[in-house]
């Protein structure tokens, strides 16, 4: 009995036909060998004065893991983010789920739900009601995938809110990352949707 092939005669020839001479995977292993040597040197602990401020357009933050940072972590971005009191952040929409930890203040997030449809392309729409949640100190904030959302101060005091986002769909190729509105007072560094 013959073996059952998946390839005919024309499928083989065409399998080794001459084509242009690359190098990719040898290039790929000299790649891997340099990462690891170069990971050696990334620091394992932060310092709290290593650990940059910058005015984004959802507000102060202080990056306390970012890829742009000399870390060992390579998958995920932690930054503190700091909310005036009775002030908000921008609206913002990212791929990736973020998760959030309250160390001090209250508030609420505002989050707007998305459903999409791919029939021949992403088709994506937001609710234009949100949903509310209440936070305070020690509580743990949830943002599902590209759900638009806001972040409200109601306390009288300065909110800190840990926020981690995960660099893995950035990574698989699909950067989806907008900021919807500055925050108030950032409006100088806002950088508007395309779409």
Known sequence: MDPITFADAIER???KSEGPEVDFYKQALEASQEFRREYQDRLNVVK???MPMERSADGLIKHVINERMNTKECCIDIYMQFIAAGKATGTSRHLSE????VIEGHGYDHHYDVNFECDEKFV???D???KTFEWGPGDFIYVPPYVAHKRFNTSDVEARVIVVNSRVMKAI???WFD???P???FEDVWQPPAD
């Open 13 to 15: 020839q065409r399998a």
């Open 48 to 50: 709290h004065d290593q």
């Open 98 to 101: 973020e998760i959030a930890f």
């Open 124 to 126: 994506w729409e937001w």
């Open 128 to 130: 234009t009601t949100p």
């Open 173 to 175: 190729g699909l950067d």
């Open 179 to 181: 900021q919807l509105e």
């Open 183 to 185: 925050a108030e007072g």
